[in-house]
């Protein structure tokens, strides 16, 4: 079992950045691929990022390519979301999830987190 927590969200505008943290405990974090996914009121789950066990292999959603980067530091199990140039359209609930393969998909994560409001003011 993997239990994890996200911290890191808040209130900004349009153009600044955010750093997303999100802490596991439970097992160690180097087990798993872990994944950052949003949900905005009204829409579905949507994936926003992947990194592998080892953090040399990530993968990201078009919408974000270019402004976010997803990281882990397995010594300190945690992984990170950096969000730059942040837009009105990235104001949602964000979560971080473990699974056992890279995936875009919300079923292929295991464990997730409650989940941390971003709200992005224009």
């Known amino acids: 079992q993997v239990q994890l927590v996200e911290y890191g969200g808040g209130l900004v505008q349009a153009g600044d950045s955010l750093r997303l943290s999100c802490a596991a405990s439970g097992r160690t974090l180097s087990n798993y691929v872990m994944g950052w996914f949003r949900q905005a009121p009204g829409k579905e789950r949507e994936f926003v990022a992947a990194?592998?066990?080892?953090?040399?292999?990530?993968y990201y959603a078009d919408s974000v390519k270019g402004r976010f980067t997803i990281s882990r530091d397995n010594a300190k199990n945690t992984v990170y979301l950096q969000m730059n140039s942040l837009k009105p359209e990235d104001t949602a609930v964000y979560f971080c999830a473990a699974g056992w393969a890279m995936g875009v998909t919300a079923p292929a994560y295991y464990y997730w987190g409650q989940g941390t409001q971003v709200t992005v003011s224009s």
């Open positions: 990194v592998n066990r080892s953090g040399g292999s990530t």
